[in-house]
């Protein structure tokens, strides 16, 4: 048996470790090790698989175009342009520029609602339908109107 003497870790320096050179038998060692490594590629299959599934949900594609005034078919700017899911809860919001123009990275596969409350003009909400298959992007102008 070795005395082990206490001293402080200093970080960055390699401590040898005492070993007295007696002979392990690793054959349990070896079975326990294969068999782990089975389960873990069990494992490892089914979490890729649902990671898979789970990015392919999970797609973003782009909706973009104009917020206009629906009576002078001029853009309202700095309107904010508010995405909802499904379930109503609020995913993202965008500010129109100068030009009117807002954009949005929305989910692929479910319907998009949009909803717009501005100073001036009646609370705007629509749904689109969910992106087709394929569609990356997609154009739709925001017609506010006026109080």
Known sequence: MHAIRAHYAVPGTL?????????????????????????????????????TLHVQDSIRVQLYGTVID??????????????????????AVTQTNDEGRYALFVWAGEPIEIRITENGYEDFAETLPAFEAGESAREFVLRLVPK
């Open 15 to 51: 401590y040898p470790i005492p070993c007295d050179n007696s002979t392990i038998n690793l054959a349990p060692m070896r079975s326990l090790s294969l068999l782990l490594l089975f389960a873990l590629a069990l494992c490892s299959n089914t979490i890729v698989a649902q990671d």
């Open 70 to 91: 629906e009576v002078t078919q001029q853009p309202v700017f700095e309107t904010l342009v508010e995405w909802y899911n499904s379930a109503g809860k609020r995913q």
